[in-house]
């Protein structure tokens, strides 16, 4: 059952849909659980920019850019603990990029070691492996099968032109796919298969894991989503360009798209330098986030929705709303989007 958010954060998360984009219906968020920081508690959420994942038991397992150790927490957001140490040995940590589960396995990332260590349900190392050669900017992507599928840039010359490839259980190189510029293209996981899309284009490719190129959706875009020859101010000194920041199917044929847009109020988290630079100073100010659900088959736009501040995906089709409570503390709230239809309701 779902849990009403509270009506002090009611304002602050939900206006129903977004002006200009025509879509039919609106998309609100259901409040699973908050994920809360507090100075000596053994768990943290690590920084703004954290990400997230649900285990087999429906733990959230928390990682932030840099992180040498992952948090856990219960389903009903109380702690359960730390787990990983920085290191280079098993269960040590060096920048943790990516979490993907699997079954009853989680699969880690860890940039800073070039490795891949899988967990087992009470979070211990069953095993890691290596890439062949080292891969930067990496995204995990586990199907069924146990073959690996990692996104961005590769180093091997006749992966240089893709932006996914993949390796076999033990990390072994098997071969690359997609034309994307390896630098743009963002994929996401969706089972056996990956939806890929450029972040600051309205045009989402599904692929087979062995590169078969399944079907494009190119839905009429928002009418505020950039043009395509657009580019990031990086004086700051205009609102950051909208762009996408996660994808995922549901089992009713619908695609999510997660775009990160600016804030109502974004120029209050840029901070100016003696120098005159600007720089982002909080990320939970400067940034919105807008949700879309599209058919899956012909990429019509069934229902929109936004909530302010600075969202990240957690896997599994949920969301983790960064904020600040009690400064510096942070919180990261899970929430759950879901379609609301006028004629049909909630679904």
Request: net charge negative; hydrophobic share 35%.
């Amino acid at each position: 059952m779902a849990i009403s958010i509270a009506p002090a954060l009611m304002t602050l998360l939900l206006q129903a849909g977004l002006p200009g984009t025509e879509a039919p219906n609106r998309i609100e968020f259901d409040q699973l659980a908050v994920l809360t920081s507090q100075a000596g508690a053994p768990c943290m959420v690590p920084h703004e920019s954290t990400y997230g994942a649900v285990d087999a038991r429906g733990r959230y397992v928390l990682f932030g850019e840099g992180s040498d150790r992952l948090q856990v927490f219960s389903p009903q957001g109380d702690c359960v603990g730390e787990v990983g140490r920085p290191g280079s040995g098993p269960g040590e940590y060096g920048d943790i990029a990516a979490v993907e589960v699997e079954a009853d396995s989680l699969y880690v990332y860890d940039l800073g070691n070039y490795r891949v260590s899988v967990l087992g349900p009470d979070l211990e190392v069953r095993r890691s492996f290596r890439p062949e050669m080292p891969v930067l900017g990496m995204r995990v992507q586990v199907a069924s099968t146990g073959m690996v599928v990692a996104n961005l840039r590769y180093r091997r010359p006749e992966a240089a032109d893709y932006s996914l490839h993949r390796f076999a259980p033990d990390g072994r190189y098997v071969g690359s796919f997609s034309a994307r510029d390896p630098d743009h293209s963002r994929a996401f996981h969706a089972g056996d298969q990956v939806w890929e899309a450029d972040p600051r284009m309205w045009t989402f490719r599904l692929l087979s894991l062995d590169g078969e190129h399944l079907r494009t959706l190119s839905p009429e875009p928002p009418s505020w989503f950039p043009e395509a020859d657009e580019e990031f101010d990086y004086s700051l000194r205009t609102p950051p360009l909208p762009s996408i920041g996660g994808m995922w199917p549901d089992e009713h044929n619908r695609l999510w798209v997660m775009i990160r847009l600016p804030g109502s109020d974004w120029e209050s988290g840029i901070r100016e330098e003696p120098d005159g630079r600007r720089r982002i100073a909080d990320r939970t100010l400067v940034y919105a986030t807008a949700i879309y659900a599209l058919d899956a088959t012909t990429g019509a736009v069934l229902g929109s929705g936004r909530i302010e501040g600075f969202a990240t995906r957690v896997d599994g089709g949920l969301l983790g709303l960064v904020r600040y409570d009690d400064r510096p503390d942070l919180t990261y709230t899970i929430l759950r989007p879901r379609l609301v239809d006028g004629s049909l309701g909630a679904r």
